[in-house]
């Protein structure tokens, strides 16, 4: 199956700073998310972005499709930042029933 | 919009009982509902994809006998673990989408399970 890697895999940084998280994957796909999970488990969608760039306030994410590598961009860091980021996909091959490969997370703690 | 609850959040129960979960799309009809693990700092694991109508496609290494899912309408699916064991002790977090072959799948807040 498809192989989702993420990196950093912890984080910490300083409220203000900013961040690049790196989501790699090794086949094709038609489908990627990044989502914050926050402490209650709850899965934030952040960005449905196969290809191309989005923007959402703070936030931004670029996925480059050819390369098989996506990036989460956080500006001006806040201390409700924190919490873990995953990237997944969906590979082409499944017809869109195949569900989503999670990478096992970016641990990011904002410390005020 | 795109809401996707379940029920219940959290539950307890004893070895050898069963326990259904429901998924449930408030805003949207759900082609597609797909069940998902997560043990304690670990990442998501796909455990089925359900479909309205037809029997589910479970991933490889999940009891379909264990693990019933039912997809009774386009806005409701249930996982129900039968004979839970403490090893089934695990937050269980269900997704659904509206388009067909592809799309946003939004996630529910997830149910926490302990058997004891």
């Known amino acids: 199956g498809i192989q989702v890697e993420q990196s950093p895999p912890d984080l910490i940084l300083q409220e203000g700073a900013n961040s690049t998280l790196r989501c790699n994957f090794s086949?094709?796909?038609?489908?990627l998310q990044w989502f914050h999970q926050n402490p209650w488990g709850q899965l934030i969608n952040l960005f449905y972005?196969?290809?191309g760039t989005k923007q959402n306030g703070r936030l931004s994410a670029t996925t480059v499709a050819t390369e098989r590598y996506s990036l989460l961009y956080i500006s001006s860091s806040q201390t409700t930042d924190s919490g873990v980021y995953f990237c997944?996909?969906?590979?082409?091959f499944g017809g869109g029933a195949d569900g989503l490969t999670f990478g096992k997370g970016t641990h990011l703690i904002i410390q005020p | 919009g795109a809401v996707v609850s379940q029920h219940p959040s959290r539950v307890i129960c004893k070895s050898g009982t069963s326990v259904k979960i429901e998924c449930r799309s408030l805003?949207?009809?759900?082609?597609?509902m797909f069940w998902y693990r997560q043990f304690p700092k670990q990442s998501l694991m796909l455990m089925a994809t359900?479909?309205?109508?037809?029997?589910?496609?479970?991933e490889q290494g999940v009891e379909k006998d264990k693990f019933l899912i039912n997809h009774a309408s386009l806005t409701l699916s249930t996982l129900t673990v039968t004979s839970a064991h403490p090893e089934d002790s695990s937050f269980y977090i269900c997704s659904a989408r509206e388009a067909v072959g592809g799309g946003t799948q939004y996630f529910g807040p997830g149910t926490r399970l302990l058997v004891l």
């Open positions: 997944a996909v969906e590979t082409i």
């Open positions: 972005i196969p290809s």
């Open positions: 359900s479909n309205e109508g037809s029997k589910a496609t479970y």
């Open positions: 805003d949207f009809q759900a082609t597609t």
């Open positions: 086949d094709s796909v038609n489908n």
